[in-house]
């Protein structure tokens, strides 16, 4: 099939070959150079070449982000820094950033795969790539920045912010891929519609959307206000950065690149493995990279393994898309409940855009949810009684779904702050000993 390497629709007896071979070869490689994996190795009393199978994998121990933390900022390198070409961090909410490492040959497999990641998008020499996504320490902006490369397209280094810069190059430019946060995205649409530039006279064909959770809902809203097909994309900092996963156009779960990376799904309390279908929390091995190989990195990240076949030829597997972490589950009054799920409730309102910010505060020995969300221009034209009665609706309907009394509130269009990369949706006042 046109467009996809060998590899991607490799039979998958000949792919698992690779892959334990690989895997005995990275578990080798740590062993002899990393002291955190080769003690942690002895103490499950595992060697690399008692790895039989890839059901031996669930032998080897975990690697968590503590560990990256603990050993910050380089205990985990498996090189010396002369072989180190560059570094990325990732800030998380607390304490020191995580810093991942690559050296020329990780640069390589990185392009490669953002290129594999591209192309399923139908990205090619002839296309111009929009690149929103943060330039810096993230790894989203250099990322795709040497996959578009690694394609022969031509990259717009655009990076995150400066939104009417954005507009110009999008409409002078002629740019047909566009990468962001699906949240950016959004902002970007709006201020498109703002400028009164239609979508259909834009080139924009396809959109890359990652590095935060984001919905069906959202999918329908950026495809038909940007009229272009959204794709998802998956990747994390500790792993290699975007590039782990994407979606092909049949846009049924991200196929991985699974030449370079095992995954699995576990249980997280009992941390057994689970089989296709069940959702769990994602769990991968890198088995090429050689700066920082991660054995067995629990990502929090909560997916299913997709059983079914891909109808596109891949044989890649699936991971289904990502709605929730497991540290990102909000607990009011006994309901467990993750961002995304509002989000999914929120897209199904007539009337209010995605635009939200959750508010958690405790009030007495109570915890409470407010839920700020954006009205549509036309609503908060109507007047407060339109948008107290919008309120009213949306929050009927997150109790009808979610079960949850929620305090709503509508606010007018352009309040909620925007974000340039990944949007910050939930302000937790508990965690300050906020009280309001
Ligand atoms: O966000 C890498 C990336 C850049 C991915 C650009 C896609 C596009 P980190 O900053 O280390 O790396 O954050 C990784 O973001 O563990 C997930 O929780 C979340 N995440 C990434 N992609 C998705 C997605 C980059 N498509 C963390 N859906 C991950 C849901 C995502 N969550």
Not at 167 to 184: E, H, K, M, N, W
Not at 270 to 290: R, S
Not at 309 to 329: E, F, H, N, Q, S
Request: some cysteine.
């Amino acid at each position: 099939m046109k467009d996809l390497t060998a590899i991607e629709q490799a039979p998958r007896d000949a792919l698992r070959g690779l892959q334990l071979e690989r895997l005995r070869r990275a578990v080798a490689w740590v062993e002899e150079r990393v002291p955190l994996y080769r003690d942690r190795l002895r103490q499950a009393g595992v060697r690399a070449e008692d790895l039989r199978s890839l059901d031996d994998l669930r032998r080897l121990p975990f690697t968590v982000k503590a560990d990256f933390r603990d050993t910050y900022p380089f205990g985990l390198l498996a090189v010396p820094m002369d072989e180190v070409i560059r570094l990325h961090a990732s800030s998380g909410t607390t304490g020191k950033p995580i810093v991942v490492a690559y050296t020329r040959g990780d640069l390589e497999t990185w392009s490669e795969v953002m290129a594999r990641t591209l192309m399923a998008g139908g990205v090619g020499p002839d296309d111009v790539v929009h690149n929103a996504y943060g330039y810096g320490l993230f790894t989203g902006g250099l990322g795709f920045h040497y996959g578009a490369e690694r394609v022969g397209a031509a990259v717009i280094p655009m990076s995150g912010g400066f939104t009417e810069r954005q507009l110009t190059a999008l409409t002078d430019f002629r740019s047909t891929v566009l990468c962001s946060t699906p949240s950016y995205a959004l902002h970007l649409a709006e201020a498109l519609e703002e400028a009164g530039i239609a979508s259909k006279d834009l080139a924009l064909r396809v959109g890359f959307f990652g590095a935060e959770p984001w919905t069906e809902g959202m999918r329908d809203a950026l495809e038909s206000r940007l009229n272009i097909m959204a794709l998802n994309i998956y990747g994390l900092s500790e792993v290699i950065g975007p590039g782990v996963s994407v979606e092909c156009p049949e846009r049924k779960g991200m196929h991985v690149a699974e030449d370079h990376f095992l995954p699995e799904i576990v249980d997280p309390t009992t941390l057994e493995p689970l089989p296709p279908g069940a959702t769990g929390e994602l769990v991968l091995t890198t088995l090429t990279k050689k700066a920082l190989p991660v054995l067995r990195y629990r990502t929090r990240d909560l997916t299913a393994i997709e059983p079914e076949p891909c109808a596109c030829g891949r044989t890649l597997v699936r991971i289904r898309r990502i709605m929730a972490r497991t540290d990102d589950m909000l607990i009011i009054r006994g309901v467990n409940v993750y961002p995304s799920q509002i989000e999914h409730v929120l897209m199904q309102v007539a009337g209010v855009e995605p635009h939200y910010l959750l508010v958690v505060r405790r009030e007495g020995a109570l915890d409470t949810l407010e839920v700020q969300v954006e009205a549509r221009a036309g609503v908060a034209e109507a007047g407060p009684e339109a948008m107290r009665g919008l309120a009213a609706q949306v929050r009927r309907r997150i109790h009808e779904v979610i079960g949850l009394g929620a305090d709503v509130t509508v606010v007018p269009p352009k309040t909620i702050e925007r974000s340039q990369g990944k949007a910050k949706r939930v302000q937790d006042l508990r965690r300050q000993g906020g009280t309001s």
